[in-house]
């Protein structure tokens, strides 16, 4: 059975749960070296996973991961920004320090990786690059206006660089997740029970998104299945309609 990434080397950042490990057991399952890259202490049974603990925000750090990939392996061909930060407050509640660490998670450092690792790609003839979005920056969301404004950043980022990266044979394009059951779903339910099942209610499809989900998208973006596909917003969210 054809592998969608066979020996391609892919980073993913916030991969140490939710999402970011579905992604990169996908990416491990479909016959990629992955670079699991998180904040936190994490291991892996998989032997085609290697866990690089750092944080996304150190950019002395990160440059140093991102060259001991390309000294070891010689290359990079993938790289998803999955590492993000959320705070939701209505308008009248947001907390500029809460803001302030949300954009330069979600925002500064994953164009500052773009920075980095497209240099690299550059040098192997290209490579994919997938930033994870929010269905809320296309649909907006109550409550959610800061972590929208975010999301909303890195689909303009995503436009524009693959614009620019393009002659250097390097793909840019986003997935768009809709709600989503991980870990933090759970506790955001625990607390806002009644709310979240009227946005689900919204969903055309009738039911929750999984990491696999967003993870298969992540992986078809990636390979060369996609390879005439650039600048592009993927939404994974079910047919949300709010």
Known sequence: MERLLENKICIITGAAQGIGREIARRFANDGAVVYACDR?????????????????????TVKAAMMQVFKTEGRIDVLVNNAGVVFNHKIGMIMREETELMFRINVIAVLELIQLVSRLMARNGGGSIVNIASVTAVLGSPGQVAYSATKGAIIAMTKSAAKELAPQGIRVNAVAPGIVKTERFAELYEANGEKIDERISHIALGRLGTPEDIA???????????????????????CASI
């Open 40 to 60: 936190q202490e994490f291991t892996s049974d998989d032997a085609h996973i290697h866990p690089l603990v750092f944080d996304i925000t150190d950019a002395a």
């Open 216 to 238: 298969n998208a992540c992986s078809f973006l990636s390979s060369d299945r996609a390879s005439y596909i650039s600048g592009q917003i993927l939404g994974v969210d079910g």
